[in-house]
């Protein structure tokens, strides 16, 4: 494999001063109670990094303001283009706002209503388009027609950089973690996170989720390259990436100790006792680590000082309702 560029602690102090305060620190929150007793033992000690609190509703500003911060005065004149189901989407729209420039974002047809209105707000063009696929085609053409800047999902070193400030500052403020649980999509928010945990604390284990009908990272690392899927199918439309990239993949490769696969009804189940519990309202995306936790690595974090990322709360109350409804 290719040597890539590695963030290294520096380098992600340095990217977390310039994001300012552009940026929410996000709380690190302690959660003990009889039903984190139940779901894993007494004496696991865990710790929710709470990112769907960040502006934007959920931890994609970082990786977004990374980049657009990086363009000229020029480029940022000419505004930015983006492709996503939704978070990506919203915070572009934020991070451009913030920059005082335009954004022009190709959406799904299926992505959430709620999640297109939220784009709106930031002052965001929205174009819908029929599926993920033809958004990635529809996103170069207005990158070329209109000489906009296209900022990745999930791609790209300064993605990377902007993910990696949740992993310092995860460390930061629990520095004797022995194990780091994180949703994947295409894999950015794993990638920055891991590089820096494992850089500042090496021994802890860093374990990627995502859903079974997204599996992208899950068969990228069977075939040992990145590799797309035929097709996304899971309520987790925020991890429904077709395809893993070369840099994420290859932080992801170096870094991440495993990944493992959730189902939808893993997800829903944990929304609901994340509600009912902490009376956190989650996308299924933002409950995917702590379902990976309880569930499939249970037997490796039980006992341990645990951290979950918590990474998002873009959803609406119909979705949030019927998701629930579709539990019991």
Same mark, same amino acid.
């Given at each position: 494999?290719?040597?890539?560029? =590695?963030?290294?602690?520096?380098?992600?102090?340095?990217?977390?001063?310039?994001?300012?305060?552009?940026?929410?620190?996000?709380?690190?929150?302690?959660?003990?109670?009889?039903?984190?007793?139940?779901?894993?033992?007494?004496?696991?000690?865990?710790?929710?990094?709470?990112?769907?609190?960040?502006?934007? /509703?959920?931890?994609?500003?970082?990786?977004?303001?990374?980049?657009?911060?990086?363009?000229?005065?020029?480029?940022?004149?000419?505004?930015?283009?983006?492709?996503?189901?939704?978070?990506?989407?919203?915070?572009?729209?934020?991070?451009?706002?913030?920059?005082?420039?335009?954004?022009?974002?190709?959406?799904?047809?299926?992505?959430?209503?709620?999640?297109?209105?939220?784009?709106?707000?930031?002052?965001?063009?929205?174009?819908?388009?029929?599926?993920?696929?033809?958004?990635?085609?529809?996103?170069?053409?207005?990158?070329?027609?209109?000489?906009?800047?296209?900022?990745?999902?999930?791609?790209?070193?300064?993605?990377?950089?902007?993910?990696?400030?949740?992993?310092?500052?995860?460390?930061?403020?629990?520095?004797?973690?022995?194990?780091?649980?994180?949703?994947?999509?295409?894999?950015?928010?794993?990638? /920055?996170?891991?590089?820096?945990?494992?850089?500042?604390?090496?021994?802890?284990?860093?374990?990627?989720? @995502?859903?079974?009908?997204?599996?992208?990272?899950?068969?990228?690392?069977?075939?040992?390259?990145?590799?797309?899927?035929?097709?996304?199918?899971? =309520?987790?439309?925020?991890?429904?990436?077709?395809?893993?990239?070369?840099?994420?993949?290859? +932080?992801?490769?170096?870094?991440?100790?495993?990944?493992?696969?959730?189902?939808? +009804?893993?997800?829903?189940?944990?929304?609901?006792?994340?509600?009912?519990?902490?009376?956190?309202?989650? @996308?299924?995306?933002?409950?995917?680590?702590?379902?990976?936790?309880?569930?499939?690595?249970?037997?490796?974090?039980?006992?341990?000082?645990?951290?979950? =990322?918590?990474?998002?709360?873009?959803?609406?109350?119909?979705?949030?309702?019927? =998701?629930?409804?579709?539990?019991?």
């Amino acid at each position: 494999m290719e040597t890539i560029q =590695i963030p290294t602690p520096r380098q992600i102090e340095q990217a977390r001063e310039k994001l300012g305060k552009r940026v929410r620190r996000t709380p690190v929150w302690q959660w003990k109670s009889d039903i984190t007793s139940k779901l894993l033992s007494d004496d696991t000690n865990l710790f929710l990094k709470l990112e769907l609190l960040q502006y934007a /509703g959920s931890f994609k500003p970082r990786g977004a303001l990374m980049n657009m911060l990086d363009l000229s005065d020029e480029q940022l004149q000419n505004g930015v283009t983006a492709v996503s189901a939704g978070n990506h989407a919203i915070a572009v729209a934020y991070a451009a706002k913030s920059l005082g420039t335009t954004a022009k974002v190709v959406m799904p047809k299926t992505a959430n209503k709620f999640r297109v209105e939220k784009c709106r707000s930031h002052g965001a063009d929205v174009e819908l388009v029929d599926d993920v696929h033809i958004a990635f085609e529809r996103v170069k053409e207005i990158e070329e027609q209109e000489n906009r800047a296209f900022i990745h999902p999930f791609e790209g070193e300064e993605t990377a950089l902007g993910t990696a400030t949740v992993g310092l500052e995860l460390h930061q403020d629990a520095p004797d973690l022995d194990a780091v649980v994180v949703p994947i999509g295409g894999g950015g928010l794993c990638a /920055g996170i891991s590089a820096a945990i494992k850089q500042m604390n090496p021994d802890c284990k860093v374990y990627g989720v @995502e859903p079974v009908g997204a599996d992208s990272m899950s068969k990228s690392r069977a075939a040992g390259e990145p590799v797309e899927i035929e097709k996304v199918d899971t =309520i987790a439309d925020s991890l429904g990436a077709p395809h893993a990239a070369p840099y994420s993949f290859g +932080l992801c490769q170096r870094f991440v100790d495993e990944v493992v696969t959730i189902t939808d +009804l893993q997800m829903a189940q944990m929304m609901r006792v994340l509600f009912e519990e902490l009376k956190l309202a989650v @996308e299924p995306a933002g409950a995917s680590a702590m379902a990976g936790a309880v569930g499939p690595l249970a037997e490796k974090v039980v006992g341990k000082n645990l951290g979950i =990322i918590v990474c998002g709360t873009n959803i609406n109350t119909e979705s949030f309702q019927k =998701i629930l409804d579709e539990t019991k």
